[in-house]
T-cell receptor, first 113, second 111 residues
Framework: NAGVTQTPKFQVLKTGQSMTLQCAQD?????MYWYRQDPGMGLRLIYY???????DKGEVPNGYNVSRLNKREFSLRLESAAPSQTSVYFC????????????FGSGTRLTVV | GQSLEQPSEVTAVEGAIVQINCTYQ??????LSWYQQHDGGAPTFLSY????GLEETGRFSSFLSRSDSYGYLLLQELQMKDSASYFC????????????FGSGTKLNVKP
């Protein structure tokens, strides 16, 4: 029972490099999310996908792109990394019917130098 | 927009009861969630309130007052493992898919 799996767990990038964070869930959830968490702050929504084939911006989408590859997978891409994108990134999934809360992945700790 | 206010830090003794408050301002409020996050870990879902009143789940309870734009998480019989950060998050009626999180309350449980 894996839940939500994120890769990689840690990453160091140089300014200007690109990378893709991968996320997959095995709970057959329709909705998937990408959040970032900075020290002393709550989680801020970057992008979300309410269902397969749709994506929408959250609170802090600038500098990011997403792809909902299929119902299971939702990736986050940084095209040109900046030090301000140093953060912990969490992927989450949920089933809105009856609302049982988000299930989060274990996070990706990204440092941009 | 929306704003959520939580105390930044709370300290309590093992075995005691602690209440973590959350005051929110948002248009189209629909519901309030609570999450727990241990240091270095992922947030885990604790509870969700859409109606006024108290929801109890074991040692944890969550309360909502829609008229006061206020909720709280109540932790009873505190254990050392309850030391963690606790986040409230609001859901709005215009988009059920999104939750907006507060900045969190760090709970320190002392022996």
């Amino acid at each position: 029972n894996a839940g939500v799996t994120q890769t990689p767990k840690f990453q160091v990038l140089k300014t200007g490099q690109s990378m893709t964070l991968q996320c997959a869930q095995d709970m057959n959830h329709n909705s998937m999310y990408w959040y970032r968490q900075d020290p002393g702050m709550g989680l801020r929504l970057i992008y979300y996908s309410a269902s397969e084939g749709t994506t929408d911006k959250g609170e802090v989408p600038n500098g990011y792109n997403v792809s909902r590859l299929n119902k299971r997978e939702f990736s986050l891409r940084l095209e040109s990394a900046a030090p301000s994108q140093t953060s912990v990134y969490f992927c989450a999934s949920s089933e809105m019917k009856g609302y049982y809360g988000y299930t989060f992945g274990s996070g990706t700790r990204l440092t941009v130098v | 927009g929306q704003s959520l206010e939580q105390p930044s830090e709370v300290t309590a003794v093992e075995g005691a009861i602690v209440q973590i408050n959350c005051t929110y301002q948002t248009s189209g409020f629909y519901g309030l969630s609570w999450y727990q996050q241990h240091d270095g870990g992922a947030p885990t879902f604790l509870s969700y309130n859409a109606l006024d009143g108290l929801e109890e789940t074991g040692r944890f309870s969550s309360f909502l007052s829609r008229s006061d734009s206020y909720g709280y998480l109540l932790l009873q019989e505190l254990q050392m493992k309850d030391s963690a950060s606790y986040f409230c998050a609001v859901r709005r009626i215009d988009n059920f898919n999104k939750f907006y999180f507060g900045s969190g309350t760090k709970l320190n449980v002392k022996p």
